[in-house]
């Protein structure tokens, strides 16, 4: 079986060219003026400001717009940008937006000499110093998928290290970090990508997660399963075997073993974006099936519904929106919005749609 069409035309959304370049603001001394990529600050910048974004960030940039959000816009007189302060990090939450709020994608609206304008312009009105280089161990997702394996740090108090973890960097500045003895999902994050410390040799290196975390597994969710053999109602690991940069995507191909370690089936996972109004909303999908078993997706707890579309929704304690289609019951589809909203269920049924 493969994964309905739909998923790669979703997938195509994340097609913008990124010109994500990390670093860490904690370590990386602030760039003499000389060595820095000129300002671009054209005589226009300001009233491109005023006409897209002022409405949000307020005129004068202090947050304050007219707009009515969730969530405050971010002042751009403190300068601190929690989304990467390079220039091209800067440059990038204009182009493809900041998942999961208010700040929307300007990629497909203002031409790239609009986007470098008004980026250096917001720029400008924070204090000197704001903006730094990117150090020389950051590693940098420039305008595709990146995948990294290694130790990444413990991710919340009571975490343990993740000594095998698969890292997927995207364009947009998303990042997922998966473990590979589970592929299980721990962590989302926002910004730049990672940094790669050296160690000396003790173990390889240590990697450094610089971006914002959006979003991290609960407690009852790392134990999850999400494949049984449907004979026996055994939880079937999902081991790594692979993974797959494919134009935009990102695929992990994983095989699915029983308690006592042997493969009964394999699968993939699929890791893309939904585009929602101007908005990416990362998404994965994850297909599995039996070989002379037959292996069924585990139930998930969390508020059932049948959407407008009578796609049947899970919403999880996690805050995942999980979504399986019937006519392919042994895959399940997380979207990573809090609530399955009229605007997310016209996005995903548009991209069903395209598959005929
Ligand atoms: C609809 C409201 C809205 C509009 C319009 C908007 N923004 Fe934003 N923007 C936000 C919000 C909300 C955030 C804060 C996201 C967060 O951290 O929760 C944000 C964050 C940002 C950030 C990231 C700051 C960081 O912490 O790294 C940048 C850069 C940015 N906006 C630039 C712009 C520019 C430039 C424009 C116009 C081209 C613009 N925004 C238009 C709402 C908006």
């Known amino acids: 079986m493969t994964l309905p069409r739909l998923l ?3 997938g195509a959304a994340s097609a913008l060219v990124a ?3 990390p670093n860490d603001p904690g370590l990386a001394a602030p760039t003499p003026a000389e060595n820095r990529a000129p300002l671009t600050l054209g005589l226009d910048a300001k009233a491109l ?4 974004c002022a409405s949000c960030h307020g005129e004068s940039g202090d947050g304050k717009g007219n707009e009515e959000l969730e969530r405050p816009a971010r002042s751009f007189l403190l300068g601190g940008y929690s989304y990467g302060n390079t220039q091209k990090a800067v440059r990038r939450s204009v182009i493809h937006g900041i998942p999961g709020t208010p700040m929307p994608a300007f990629g497909a609206t203002l031409g790239s000499d ?4 008004v980026a250096d312009y917001v720029i400008s009105l924070g204090p000197p110093g704001t903006i ?3 150090g020389e161990s950051v590693l940098v997702v420039e305008d595709r998928p990146l995948v990294v394996k290694g130790m990444m740090p413990a991710y919340e108090q009571g975490a343990f290290r993740e000594p095998r973890s698969l890292v997927v960097g995207f364009p947009n500045g998303t990042t997922f970090q998966f473990r590979t003895e589970d592929s299980r999902l721990l962590t989302v994050r926002q910004g730049e990508f990672l940094d790669r410390r050296d160690w000396g040799g003790r173990g390889g290196s240590e990697l450094q997660p610089l971006g914002t975390l959006t979003w991290k597994a609960g407690r009852e969710s790392r134990n999850f399963t999400e494949f049984v053999d449907a004979e026996s109602g055994e939880g079937l690991r999902r081991k790594v075997k692979r ?3 494919k134009g935009d995507d990102v695929w992990i191909h994983f095989d699915l073993l029983n308690e006592r370690g042997a493969r009964v089936g394999g699968g993939q996972e699929f890791v893309s974006f939904l585009m929602v109004e101007g908005v990416p909303v990362p998404m994965r999908a994850i297909l599995g099936s039996g070989e002379g078993r037959t292996v069924k997706l585990r139930e998930l707890t969390g508020a059932q519904s049948r959407g407008r579309d009578s796609i049947a929704v899970t919403t999880t304690p996690d805050r995942l929106v999980a979504c399986v289609l019937d006519d392919a019951p042994n895959m399940r589809i997380y979207l990573h919005a809090p609530a399955y909203t009229p605007s997310l269920g016209l996005a995903f049924s548009a991209s069903l749609q395209k598959k005929d």
């Open 243 to 245: 993974t797959e940069v």
């Open 8 to 10: 790669l035309a979703a």
């Open 114 to 117: 609009e986007i470098n304008a």
């Open 132 to 134: 730094v280089q990117p």
């Open 19 to 21: 010109l994500a370049q």
């Open 49 to 52: 400001y005023m006409t897209h």
